[in-house]
């Protein structure tokens, strides 16, 4: 059983600063793009940050140049410092994973959610 779970979220000011967390843990073989994706009350799940397996990553445009989203492939980790933040950035956040699991003989591939971590950025 493969698990994505966040940490990190909480309440801070516009301007300030927070540091998310998502590890993966299970029966992991590897694990191919991880990225961070947002839903605010009333507004369609958006696309925060991506980064591959490799380091390569990209950004939603509201973010760019804000936040940066990292990796530690050794921890299963993945990683958003969001900086500047605004009162639009309120959200929930969630970790998504492409994860192969299993064993040699028995893989499965499957993009994975976490359980959602909530950011409040007062105004």
């Known amino acids: 059983q493969v698990q994505l779970v966040e940490s990190g979220g909480g309440l801070v000011q516009a301007g300030g600063s927070l540091r998310l967390s998502c590890a993966a843990s299970?029966?992991?073989?590897?694990?191919?793009?991880m990225g961070w994706y947002r839903q605010a009350p009333g507004n369609q799940r958006e696309l925060v940050a991506s980064?591959?397996?490799?380091?390569?990553?990209n950004y939603g445009d509201s973010v760019t140049g804000r936040f940066t989203i990292s990796r530690d492939n050794a921890k299963n980790t993945v990683y958003l410092q969001m900086n500047s933040l605004k009162a639009e950035d309120t959200a929930v956040y969630y970790c998504?994973?492409?994860?192969?699991?299993?064993?040699?003989?028995?893989?499965?591939?499957?993009?994975?959610w976490g359980q959602g971590t909530q950011v409040t950025v007062s105004s």
């Open positions: 998504n994973a492409d994860i192969t699991s299993g064993t040699i003989l028995s893989r499965r591939k499957s993009y994975y």
């Open positions: 299970g029966s992991i073989l590897s694990i191919g793009a």
């Open positions: 980064i591959a397996s490799g380091g390569s990553s």
